[in-house]
């Protein structure tokens, strides 16, 4: 599966920019998470870097609950087991934080 499409790239608003919103408030552009156990990553905002990564900003969920920024290829690499890599849900893009928490 392919984690950023072009389209998704298109929405998702620069680093910094929603930072006069509330959390709750934010929209998620895009949705990753592990298929084998509970972590996830909600978007809120990026930056395509110089050598064609993205740097992210948005609330990670995982062994606790915090904002943070993360890279596509840190998600790219993550491994788990029998070769299970991050997956986009495919459902998400657009919806209020809260609406997803």
Sequence with gaps: M????KAIEKKI???YSTEEVATEEKKVVVKFFT???NWTWFVFEGN?????????FGMVHGNTQEMGY????ELQEI???FGLKI???RSVG???????S
């Design 94 to 100: 657009g919806e209020l934080f809260k609406e997803l």
């Design 13 to 15: 608003p620069k680093l």
């Design 48 to 56: 395509q870097l110089e050598d064609g990564d993205w740097e992210f």
């Design 2 to 5: 392919k984690l950023l499409t």
């Design 70 to 73: 993360f890279k596509l290829s």
């Design 87 to 89: 997956e986009r849900d």
């Design 35 to 37: 298929p084998w156990s």
């Design 79 to 81: 491994k788990g087991p």
